[in-house]
């Protein structure tokens, strides 16, 4: 199936490709890309909508004719390498109306034309099929934020796929491999040396390499990306003024399960329907869990819990709104899959989902919490601020939609106890149960008691307070004196307002289920009003 460009704005690009290739020094970073094309000096440029214009043969001043050529074509930007100053560059882009990137002299164009494309395509697959977890660059930078060191991400043949963007410290390694789009083989032999590439094949370690000044490189983490016994690739962690993350072991763990999911999918072994489509259909319940499971290569047999997370804020702007559920999607799965190999995430609606196999058979066991609070805070920590809501385990995968909706009841909860930012259904049973009783009375209005309606009009007419009162009444349990103190009055006063409720609307509170009734009634008024 031929799919049709969908393209990517210069912001994205630059997020992804970044320093110290490109620059932006003229236009707007919201222009759309659609393509990329080499202009060689001696080449005639035909009709280029919406493309990205890679002016080579031709640097500074010389270059002005193509940016000048481009626009003409109707290309979205060009890309020239600029020595000295830029201003003759500058002023052709702005007086042709287009965007202009400035590129490093030492930036070699077939490797620059190659990331781009790769990025362009990457957009136009996340568009089509929903991709699960965005593109390399994507989860480069959330393991950047995971690990707080500098990423980069390999294939077997150590060829940079992507990296994350960082004002850190990089030391001569990281800087080399990005500009050469491959690790610098002086270094490569080292490593070599030092047995790190035997052991990150041979396992699924994280492998430590220690700091080695003598030849300019700093500390860093790496873990092998596998499927079965196959090697992929690498994704290295350089660190830089900071110390590493304490969880920042685990997070590489979990990255290196989804980025072997990206190679397989850049090899064509991508299903029928997109892995997101399939996760969401089984959370929802409209795709079966024998499906899922065939596609995904899960055991449909085994157990699995539902961990949920919700924004606290929702973004109302729609572009915001989606890079928020994306990074909340990156750091939710890149612990799940740490914590289960088999860990499946998805999004329906503005929850982001994490689907977890082979868990305990009874409740959330303390590890999963343990990683659920890692993910809150990692997020915090990115200015995402979250809850997060796990249901009970289900016996096998085809029963998690009773799953999810334990762990959305937990959210809506939570929702109204903006200090708590994490809790399972065995935790929030008897509220939950609570909002559902509130819910049917405040959908059935004819299962209410008028004698709770007549005492809510009485206080409206009147401007007597019986209905907080005799809330507050209920909720001590018929404790006078801690009710009274609750309201910062004498008991003699609640005593009295008291006498004049049941009088005024008839209720017998000696009877335990008018009682009930009653408690319940008033509760719904009390959330209503706040």
């Known amino acids: ?278 996760v969401a259909g089984l959370l929802e319940g409209r795709i079966s869990a024998d499906l899922v499971a065939g596609q995904l290569g899960l055991d449909p047999a085994a157990s699995a819990i539902v961990l949920a997370l919700a924004p606290r804020e929702i973004e109302h702007d729609r572009p915001t709104h989606e890079l928020r559920q994306l990074e909340i999607s990156n750091v939710v799965s890149v612990h799940a899959t740490s914590y289960r190999r088999g860990a499946l995430v998805g999004t329906v609606g503005s929850r982001v989902y994490a689907v977890l196999p082979e868990v305990p058979p009874h409740q959330a066991e303390p590890a999963l919490q343990a990683v659920t609070r890692h993910v809150v805070a990692a997020l915090d920590r990115a200015g995402v601020r979250t809850q997060a809501g796990i249901g009970s385990p289900v016996p096998v995968l085809g029963e998690v939609v009773a799953s999810r909706s334990e762990a959305d009841r937990v959210l809506d909860a939570m929702a109204r106890t903006p200090g708590r930012d994490l809790a399972t259904i065995a935790d929030l049973r008897a509220e939950i149960l609570l909002d559902e009783t509130l819910r049917l009375l405040e959908v059935n209005p004819d299962l209410r008691d008028p004698a709770v309606d007549a005492l809510a009009a009485h206080d409206a007419a009147q401007g007597s307070e019986f209905v907080p009162s005799l809330l507050a009444y209920l909720d001590a349990l018929g404790d006078v004196r801690a009710a009274a103190a609750g309201l910062n009055i004498h008991p003699n006063t609640l005593r009295h307002r008291i006498r004049r409720a049941t009088a005024v609307s008839g209720l017998e509170l000696g009877d335990p289920r008018e009682r009930l009734v009653c408690h319940l009634q008033l509760l719904l008024a009390a959330r209503r009003r706040g």
Do not use: C
């Open 1 to 278: 199936m031929h799919t049709e460009p969908t393209g990517t704005t210069l912001r994205a690009l630059l997020v992804a490709v970044g320093e110290p290739l490109l620059e932006l020094t003229a236009g707007s970073p919201d222009i759309t890309v659609r393509g990329v094309a080499i202009l060689d000096p001696d080449d005639e440029l035909g009709g280029r909508p919406g493309e990205l214009i890679l002016v080579i043969g031709a640097r500074g001043r010389e270059a002005v004719r193509y940016v000048r050529v481009a626009a003409k074509s109707g290309a979205s930007a060009v890309a020239v390498k600029a020595d000295g100053k830029r201003d003759d560059l500058r002023a052709a882009a702005e007086d042709n109306g287009i965007a202009l990137l400035t590129v490093r002299p030492q930036v070699r164009w077939d490797q620059l034309q190659t990331v781009i494309r790769e990025v362009l395509e990457g957009a136009t697959l996340a568009a089509a099929s929903d991709a699960e977890h965005g593109d390399l660059f994507g989860l480069a930078q959330t393991v950047a934020v995971l690990t707080a060191g500098s990423v980069s991400i390999e294939d077997a043949g150590n060829r940079v796929l992507a990296y994350s963007r960082s004002d850190d410290d990089i030391d001569e390694m990281r800087r080399l491999s990005i500009l050469g789009w491959e690790g610098p083989e002086q270094y490569l032999a080292l490593l070599r040396k030092w047995g790190v590439y035997q052991r990150l094949r041979s396992s699924e370690d994280v492998v430590r390499v220690d700091e080695r000044p003598e030849f300019g490189i700093r500390q860093r983490l790496a873990v092998g990306i596998r499927a079965g016994t196959q090697h992929l690739g690498t994704i290295w962690v350089q660190q830089g003024r900071r110390p590493f993350a304490e969880q920042a072991e685990s997070a590489l763990l979990g990255a290196a399960r989804i980025a072997a999911v990206h190679l397989l999918r850049r090899r064509g072994s991508v299903g029928i329907r997109s892995r997101e489509d399939l």
